[in-house]
Structure formats: C-alpha cells, structure tokens
C-alpha cells in the first residue's frame, strides 16, 4: 500500500516579476516611472498615472493562480475597481473588488482586501478617480498559490 503524502502549499506573493507575473498593459507610461515598477518587489519604486481618469494596468500571471489577499500601496487613490479573468488571453473580465480608498496626507495608501473566490489568470486595476490629478501605485502584492499552467 502506498502513503500519500499531502503537503500544505506554501501562501507566496504571485505578483512578483520573480515569479513570472508581468504588467502587460497600462493606459498611461512616464520613463521614469514604468508600470514594471508596480511588481517588481521595491516599495520605493512606483508607477504614475499621467493624464484623465480612469486609468489602468493589467497583471498577467502567465499561470492559474488564487489569491487569498491582496495589499496595493497607492498615493492620490481615491476610488480603486480589480477585475479579474480566468481567460488564457486578456479577456472576460469580471468585476471583482471595487474600493473607495482614504486619503492619505504625506504617506502611502495600504489598502489590504482579503479576497474572495480569487481564482484568476489575470487582473485588471483600474484607478476609477484620485485626490489629485496624478496618483501613483508603488506596489501590488497578492498572496496565494499557483494552482496549475496555462494549457
């Protein structure tokens, strides 16, 4: 008789460049302040909104993941709305979390959202309105598991 053994997967950040994830869309681009930054892991790093309201960014996965908890630090967000889809392109997306966030003088907005049914291949963020005319997302952490590759 063989023993199976059941191993309790480990809870990592899924939105790490790291791990694979990439920002493969973003309405708005400063060379200074690349959509890359958002997930590359470094809090003094961030991208700028330039330009009207909304904006957004996509996070590709490049893989099935499900995300139990997200943490976005952000200056100037007002109101925040994630979509996500389970999509092998960038499509169907679903509305998911939409969050009117708190101002913030002279310190990063952290705004932890513990997610429900998190199963996603990508996420969509978009910045709905703001406190100024730019705002700014420093980072997007999402704390789950790989579930299985895109097939």
Not at 105 to 130: C, K, P
Request: proline share 3%; aromatic share 10%.
């Amino acid at each position: 008789m063989t023993q199976v053994k059941h191993f309790k997967m480990r809870n990592i950040d899924v939105c790490l460049s790291s791990e694979g994830t990439e920002v493969i869309l973003a309405t708005s681009s400063d060379e200074k302040h690349p959509p890359e930054n958002i997930i590359d892991g470094n809090p003094e790093t961030f991208w700028t909104t330039t330009g009207m309201f909304p904006q957004e960014f996509i996070i590709c996965f490049h893989k099935h993941v499900r995300i139990e908890r997200l943490l976005i630090q952000s200056y100037f967000v007002r109101t925040l709305r994630i979509e996500k889809s389970t999509s092998k392109e960038p499509v169907d997306f679903e509305q998911w979390i939409e969050r009117d966030l708190v101002h913030t003088e002279g310190q990063l907005q952290n705004e932890e959202i513990i997610a429900r049914d998190g199963h996603a291949t990508y996420l969509r963020f978009i910045i709905v309105s703001a406190f100024d005319h730019f705002a700014s997302v420093h980072s997007v952490s999402a704390e789950g598991i790989a579930v299985s590759n895109l097939s």
